[in-house]
C-alpha cells in the first residue's frame, strides 16, 4: 500500500507546489520588466515607432538571444517583424541572473515561443549567459 500512497503523496505536492513557484517567478518578471525595459518597450512590449523593436518576434524571444541581449544589450542592424532596427539596446549589468530567469518567464507568459512552453530555470540561463558572445 505505501508503495503506492508515498509517490501519490510526491505526485501530489509537485502538482501543487509547482505552479506557485512558477507564478511567483512571472510576478517578480512583471516587476523586473516594468523597471527596466517598458520605458523603452512599451508596457505591452509594442515598442516605439522604428525607433525600438516591439517583443515577441520568434527570432528574437529564442532563449539564448533573450538572455544575451537582456544582459549585454544589442547592437548593430537586426530585423523584427519584417522591419529593420538600428539602435543601440544598453546592457543590464546590475539584473542578478535569477532576475534575468523571472523576467523571461514573464515575457514567455505573454508571448509563448511554443505551445509547450516550460519554465526556464536559473540554471539554463547561468550557462546561457556564460555562453554569450
Ligand atoms: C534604452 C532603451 C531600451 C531598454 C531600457 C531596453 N531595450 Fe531592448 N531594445 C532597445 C533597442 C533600441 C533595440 C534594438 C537593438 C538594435 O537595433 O540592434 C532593442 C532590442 C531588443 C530585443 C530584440 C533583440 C533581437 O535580437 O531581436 C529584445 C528581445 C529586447 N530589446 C528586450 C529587452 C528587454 C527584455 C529589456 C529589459 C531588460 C530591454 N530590452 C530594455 C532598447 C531598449
Known sequence: MLQILIPLLIIGIVVVIYPKTKAKSVLLGESV???HCANCHGLKGEGLRLLIPPLGDP???QLENLVCTIRYGKRGEILVFGQTYNRPMPGNYELENDEITALINYLYSIFPITPTYQA???SEVNGLIQQCK
Open 33 to 35: 520588466y516594468k523597471k
Open 120 to 122: 526556464v530555470t536559473l
Open 59 to 61: 527570432r528574437s524571444m
